[in-house]
């Protein structure tokens, strides 16, 4: 992440240093660079040019998600950097609040949260987040360095665990991997599940399993601990922050997806001695590798989410798992962000969602999950609840949204 993050900067024209703990560490981090940008890259190491940090004017921390360890980093370096600087951190999910208590005011009144997406050259996502004492002098330096110099899509977020991007993307994959299992013992099928929650509700085609493999079993666990800790007491999430049985087990024996070559993840590719190739899914019932069979798709609607609303186990699938991350965003506005718009925005760029939460409820019609939802006897979340009693039957009109006191925003 440092290093994507160095070579954008870069690549928007900017004088970078980049430092790690060793020169080896730096040099493979310099190979992100463009070769037509690298003298603009001046690199080093923690210990032997940090004083260096005194000469530039943003000062962005991507080392391991330990709150003590950036600390630890940020009083070593906030003696060094001069009067107007500005300094972040790239963490994924560690409240701001965690990593400033106790540094100095200054530090206090130019510290951001900066969360980059990976790869950073490619992601649009910049989730922008203030803490208690910075600046608005600061955001607004942020915001416009991350639009106009990075090009990327800034969202506006809170200092919660995870954000809006992974609070939202990570419940999807947490909560699927258990709400997935009573479906698998009925008899369906992972690739099953997997192309369900894909294409037909505007997901990626890596769907749930597949994602997974992608980030990686080990990252999901340290975004389980890390909800575990923080999230609040009444969070349906905390249902979801450890693994299932069978994933635990092969996150313990170094299963962990595409990273782990040929012990895979919950899906590998064999090559065969002819040149041709072998798709395998680790079958989680059995606790065995077999080979991948076709998804069964038949009956589901090709209308983008109107699987949630069939009458068969794929329609019961999707609205459980999909159909819950979307109930889930709808109760998390003020809490992770002040609207709909910057939750919307952090998912599409974050996690290439087809539409956001609340621009897909208003696709499939709001009343229509309400009437759903009802019709099950659960409580509505906080913003279809507004939306319900409001004047209003979608979440976006007339170049405007619904905000969450029930008034309109343009």
């Known amino acids: 992440m440092g290093s994507g993050i160095a070579a954008a900067s870069a690549a928007a024209g900017c004088r970078v240093l980049m430092l790690d703990v060793s020169s080896e560490a730096v040099e493979r981090g310099l190979a992100a660079v463009d070769d037509e940008h690298r003298h603009l890259v001046e690199t080093g190491t923690f210990d032997d040019d940090l004083e260096k940090l005194a000469d530039y004017d943003w000062i962005c921390e991507a080392i391991v998600e330990d709150v003590g360890i950036k600390r630890e980093l940020f009083e070593k370096v906030e003696p060094i950097r001069r009067d107007g600087s500005v300094i972040s951190s790239n963490t994924s999910g560690i409240p701001l609040r965690d990593i400033a208590e106790g540094l100095p005011e200054r530090f206090q009144a130019d510290v951001a949260i900066t969360h980059f997406f990976n790869p950073v050259r490619v992601m649009k996502l910049f989730e922008l987040v203030p803490g208690e004492s910075t600046t608005p002098e600061v955001i607004e330096a942020f915001a416009s360095f991350g639009a106009v110099q990075l090009d990327k899509g800034v969202v506006h977020a809170k200092d919660t665990v995870n954000f809006i991007g992974n609070r939202i993307g990570c419940f999807f994959m947490l909560s699927g991997l258990h709400k997935a299992k009573p479906f698998l013992a009925d008899g369906m099928s992972q690739e099953t599940v997997n192309a369900v929650l894909g294409k037909p509700i505007g997901l990626p085609p890596t769907g749930l399993y597949g994602l997974i493999d992608l980030i990686g079993l080990d990252v999901m666990d ?6 575990d800790v923080n999230l609040p007491a009444d969070d349906v999430g905390r249902a979801y922050t450890s693994f299932p049985d069978a994933e635990q087990r092969m996150l313990e024996r170094g299963q962990l997806g595409r990273k782990s070559r040929d012990l895979g993840g919950f ?20 606790e065995e590798w077999r080979e991948a069979t076709e998804a069964d798709l038949e009956g ?18 999707a609205w459980d798992i999909f159909g819950g991350t979307l109930r889930y965003a709808a109760g998390l506005v003020p809490e992770i962000a002040d609207d709909v ?6 998912i599409r760029w974050g996690f ?7 621009e897909m409820l208003d696709h499939l019609g709001p009343q229509r999950v309400i009437d759903k939802i009802r019709a099950e006897g659960g409580e509505l979340p906080h913003m279809l609840a507004v939306l319900d009693a409001s004047d209003s039957d979608t979440f976006y009109r007339d170049g405007g949204f619904l905000g969450h006191d029930g008034t309109w925003n343009s």
């Open 222 to 227: 340290l975004v389980g601990k890390n909800l």
């Open 267 to 286: 899906g590998r590719v064999q090559k065969l001695e002819d040149g041709s190739k072998k798709f395998e899914t680790f079958d989680l019932l059995t």
């Open 300 to 317: 589901v609607s090709a209308d983008l989410g109107d699987v949630m609303f069939e009458d068969s186990p794929q329609g019961a699938l």
């Open 341 to 346: 718009m910057n939750i919307d925005n952090a």
């Open 352 to 358: 290439n969602w087809a539409k956001g939460p609340f």
